[in-house]
Structures are given as C-alpha cells and as structure tokens.
C-alpha cells in the first residue's frame, strides 16, 4: 500500500475510532475517561481538510457513536428497521456540522484558531441539538459521560452539563494541539498544507487548559468536602417491575394494583414521609376509571402517609383511535388526610410520535411510515407539590433530559426533585443507565436531591452532588428489571445555584463566539491555507 493510501485509510479510520472510543466512555461501560481524548483522532483528521471532507468525516464519526449508544432503539414498539436507517444520520449531522465549521475556521484562518474555536462549536451545537423544536434530544451529551466523575461534575452548578462538555472537548483540542507540536511521527502522516503550531504555542495552550480544569477539579474538591445540612426526611420509592405488555392487559389490572398495594405495605413499615411509585403506574387512569381510583384510595389510607403516582389513560406508541379525545400523563399527590387526589403535575414535554404526533395535519407522517400515535396534550404549569414538611418538583419520564425545563421547579420553590419513569420500553440495554447518567446532573445543576423511581429501574437516590447514593436491588446485584423497594433520607435544600437562576447562559455565551470566529473567517481569509 502506498503512501496515498495509507493516509486516506489513517483519515477514514480515526472518526472510526473517536466514534468507538466515544461510545465506550458512556454507559454501560462507563470507561469515562477515555471521553477526554476521544476526538482526538477525529481533530487530527480533519484539520487541513475542505470543509466538505471535514463534514463527511464528522458524519461517519457522529453515525459510528449514535449506532453504537442507540443500542436500545431497536426495543421501542413501533419503531422499524428503516426508522433507524433515517435517525442515525440525522444525529450524525451534528456532530458533520461541527466538523463543517471547524474546517471552514480552519482553511480560512489555521489550525491554532480551529482548535480554539472547537470546544465552543461543539457545545452550540449540542446546545443546538437539545433544543431544535420537536427533534431536541439532548442525549448522550459528551458531559453526560462524565456522570461518575463527581469533581469535575461540580462545575454544571454554574454552567449546566454543556460546560463539563466544553471542559472535555478544550481537552481534546489541547492534545490535539500538543501531538501537533511535539509528535514527530505525526509529522509523516499530517494532512498536506497543515503548519504544526509552535512547540511554545502548545505549551502555552496545554497550560491554559490544564488552568480551567484545574479550577474546575479544585471547585469539585471544595464542593465534595462540604456537607449538606438541614432537616432530613424519609422518602420510599416502589419498583413495580411490570412488564411492558401486561401494563396494559385488562387482565392484568388486580395483579399490577395487588403488587403495589403489597410493596407499599412492605415499605409503609418504615413510616417513611413520601411513598413513590412510577410514571403511568396504575392500569388505567385513576380520574377515569373508578374500581382503580377506589383501590389506590384503599392503598394510600392503609399505607398513613403522602402517597406520589403517575396515572394516564393508555400507554406511548399505541395508535390513536378515540377521536379527538384527549388526555394527560400525569403525577398525582394524594393526601393521608384528605383521602383524596390532592395535587396534580401534567405532564408538560411530551414525548414525539409516542405522545403525540408534532405538527399534525401539516406533515404527512404516515405517508412518511411513521405510525400515527398518541393523542396526549401538554401541560402548561410548572407544579411545585406542597405538604407542612417539604416541597417538591415532579419531572415524567424524559422530561429529565432537559435541563431547562427541570430547573423552573426549583426556581418556582422545590426542594428536591423527583422523576417517575418507565422504561421497560428499552429491554435490557443502556438506555436506564444513560437516563440516570442525566439525572445525575439534574442534581447537580440545582443542588438539590433527586428521587428517581421507575418500573423496571434504575430507582434511586441521587443527592446534590450527584452521588447515586443507592437504588434498588436484587440479591445478584441487579438494578433493572428486579421488584423492590428502597427507603432513604434526603434533606429539602433551599438551593439556588447559577444555573437555578440563569439557566443555558453559557450555551448561549459559546454560540456567540462560534458566530464571532465565523465572522473573522469570513472577513479575512489566510493566504497561507493553514498556519499558525
């Protein structure tokens, strides 16, 4: 093989490898700290390019990583073959428009401003991701892979996950820089046009970084060694268990209501202040369907405390056939006292084609092969849940991913949070984990506790500083698809952190210098292609 070939191999092969060292820094294989220069390879590869060999490259980078964490997708009901062959390049593009600005920075201004500007892209454009109208998915965001790692974590209080992003990604530009400038061996395969920075230059970037993480890990340490005070209270989360196609079943109803009845009991024992159980855990709508209203009521009285539930009409991804009808996914407080529904949060962020169809009416989806699901409607109320003791926030499900949305109820007053869930949709894949991996920064961007309950599992206590402190078990040490329950104390936390108040105020701060280097790569083109 000659020279020629051997380099287009080498270009191929790293975003092949950032993908594949990308994916191994989430979970399940949580190897985080491979995050810190897995794109790396990908810099390397596209520095010197044309920006359209820039986006292709990024592309196959973006694809290899979401085919490699989109494991679970192929568990969803309703979904097909040739959905996923439409969805993995989609999200790939995002990460192909990150590489199509940096090559376009990069042919019109060099290699040292490239390397600057990437960590600053990287993060508009998940920031761009997590927000783009009805396609937002903030998943698998390169911080989210840093979940375990509590000290550096500590620095989304100020920022939110998208600065942990931009620390991890200035990293990866730092080495790149450093192999640039130091490596001798690189020397042989860099791509043609390409002036490495100056040994000085490197030092000088490598020094800046290792500063901000530096101050980063130092916050971390101060924030870890300070413990939380206040009142504690105990809180007990029910993992039902039920699987997916009996939750449903007509004929399963008395069991699935005589399983939680017996598992509130168990745990009612420890006199606990709040008893928890999953999103749409009753068979059925409790407001709808009186034999069910009537046993939770039974459930909620026995048990002598503050009883939280989810309830909806009918499951996600299930055709809608009833019309214009419509209902809620919502969570439910009921009252020891009252002995009656008390309180009551809608669900506000519905979940796309398995809630509710967007743009309905406008968007031939069926023509498309997209089935016609749902007939949900949004709420429009942030609700705080209010007892004598404690106020708390209640996110369902995938409201959890976005952080935006979850800190409007510790701004509105919550103490802590908590999220009800079931995601016996996913099987057995990563899915429950890469959920807990973001609602650990939850925790941390609104220092305050997050109470996790869900189906199938991961249920758990998360506290201020993301540390999953435990979560329900099996005697193997299984932590999804196991029945249980789990008792713990959290203490209400009257938090309000940069982030509580300010919200994606460093996102918006990296999308205004992406548009700035943007600018003086239009004004000014480098004669030299790419120089330092």
Same mark, same amino acid.
């Given at each position: ?208 970084? %290792?500063?901000? &993480? ?6 971390? !340490? /101060?924030? +870890?060694?300070? *413990?939380?005070? =206040? @009142? ?121 084609? %398995?809630?509710? &169809? ?6 031939? !989806? /069926?023509? +498309?092969?997209? *089935?016609?699901? =749902? @007939? ?157």
């Amino acid at each position: 093989m000659n020279a020629r070939k051997t380099e287009t191999v080498v270009t191929i092969m790293a975003p092949v490898l950032s993908g594949v060292l990308l994916v191994l820094a989430f979970p399940t294989h949580d190897l985080w700290w491979l995050a810190w220069i897995a794109l790396v390879p990908l810099l390397l590869a596209i520095l010197g390019k044309k920006p359209k060999y820039a986006f292709l490259l990024s592309w196959l980078c973006g694809i290899v990583f979401f085919v490699g964490l989109f494991d679970w997708i192929r568990e969803v009901s309703g979904f097909r073959f040739y959905h996923h062959i439409i969805l993995l390049p989609i999200m790939g593009a995002y990460f192909a428009l990150v590489g199509l600005v940096l090559g376009f920075i990069g042919k019109r201004r060099g290699v040292r401003l490239t390397l600057v500007a990437a960590p600053f892209v990287w993060v508009s454009m998940e920031f761009i991701r997590s927000n783009f109208f009805f396609l937002a998915l903030p998943w698998a965001l390169i911080a989210q892979s840093q979940y375990k790692n509590l000290h550096v974590i500590q620095f989304a209080s100020f920022t939110g996950a998208y600065g942990v992003s931009f620390l991890v990604v200035l990293v990866n530009a730092a080495v790149a820089a450093a192999v640039l400038a130091f490596s001798s061996s690189f020397q042989r395969w860099k791509p043609r046009g390409v002036e490495t920075p100056k040994k000085i230059k490197g030092i000088g970037v490598c020094v800046v970084t %290792a500063a901000l &993480v530096g101050f980063a890990v130092l916050h971390g !340490w /101060t924030q +870890l060694s300070h *413990p939380f005070k =206040g @009142n504690s209270i105990k809180m007990a989360v029910v993992q039902g268990n039920i699987e997916q196609h009996r939750k449903w079943d007509p004929g399963f109803a008395e069991a699935i209501m005589q399983t939680y009845k017996e598992l509130t009991q168990r745990v009612s024992e420890q006199e606990p202040s709040l008893i928890i159980w999953p999103e749409t855990a009753t068979p059925g709508a409790i407001r709808r369907n009186w034999k069910i209203y009537k046993s939770v009521m039974q459930i909620a009285s026995e048990a002598d405390t503050f009883l939280l539930l989810g309830s909806s009409q009918h499951q996600k991804f299930r055709r809608s056939n009833q019309g214009r009808i419509k209902y809620f996914n919502s969570a439910f407080l009921i009252s020891p006292e009252e002995k009656k529904l008390s309180e009551r949060y809608d669900k506000i962020r519905l979940l796309p084609f %398995a809630e509710y &169809v967007p743009l309905e009416g406008r968007i031939p !989806w /069926t023509k +498309l092969g997209v *089935p016609g699901v =749902g @007939n949900y409607v949004p709420g429009n109320k942030f609700k705080v849940f209010e007892t004598n003791d404690f106020r708390f926030g209640v996110t369902i499900c995938w409201e959890s991913l976005f952080p935006d949305l979850v800190r409007q109820f510790v701004e509105n007053g919550a103490q802590f949070l908590v999220n009800i869930t079931n995601e016996a949709w996913f099987g057995r894949t990563s899915a429950p984990y890469l959920f807990l991996s973001m609602n650990v920064f939850r925790a941390v961007e609104n220092r305050v506790y997050m109470v996790r309950c869900a189906n199938t599992g991961v249920s758990c206590f998360i506290d201020p500083n993301g540390r999953i402190v435990n979560r329900v078990k099996n005697a193997q040490d299984q932590d999804i698809f196991v029945r249980g329950v789990l008792t713990g104390t959290i203490i209400p936390m009257e938090s309000k952190t940069v982030y509580t108040r300010y919200g994606d105020w460093f996102a918006w701060v990296c999308i205004g210098c992406s548009l700035a280097f943007l600018i003086m790569s239009f004004l000014r083109k480098n004669r030299n292609l790419i120089s330092t």
